[in-house]
């Protein structure tokens, strides 16, 4: 006797093989990571919150077109004032490749951290900074990760 496949059995390689083209079909919207559990973070003594890393090329065309007195320009002109908690800035060395070119591109970057409280409003300010940037240092792009932690100070 051959044994009937239950529905979850038949149902989930289905899923499993079209979500990756529901994926391709459905429109790319930012999403926002909520603030970890706080349940999970009172075992830390620690409050739930996000981190938002950015990652900023400091290359113009071919040259190093963000120095460090820009950068320091626009970190105290742009970010500071949205974020005067404080945060944390890596100098880092970084690729990509270009959309236009499909050049691979190396370039001196800056690595931003910023712990804050999830919502709109946060994610509304971590916007403004990187269309800011992008605007004022001519870049295609400023590469965003956004995580839900739990942190203490």
Not at 61 to 85: H, I, K, Q, Y
Request: hydrophobic letters at 45%; one cysteine or more; charged letters at 20%.
């Amino acid at each position: 006797m051959r044994p009937v496949p239950t529905l979850p059995s038949v149902l989930l390689p289905l899923l499993l093989l079209s979500a990756p083209a529901a994926a391709q079909l459905a429109p790319m919207q930012p999403a926002f990571a909520p603030a970890a559990a706080p349940l999970a973070c009172e075992a830390y003594s620690a409050a739930p919150m996000i981190e938002a890393q950015l990652f900023f090329g400091r290359n113009i065309g071919a040259d190093v077109g963000v120095s460090e007195r820009d950068w320091a320009d626009f970190l105290d002109g742009e970010v500071t004032p949205r974020f005067p908690n404080g945060l944390t800035v890596i100098d880092a060395s970084g690729h990509w490749r270009d959309s236009e070119t499909g050049r691979l591109i190396r370039e001196p970057s800056k690595v931003l951290t910023l712990l804050a409280e999830g919502g709109p409003a946060t994610l509304s300010l971590i916007r403004e900074i990187v269309e800011s940037y992008k605007e004022r240092f001519h870049q295609q792009s400023v590469g965003l990760a956004i995580r839900p932690v739990c942190v203490s100070f």
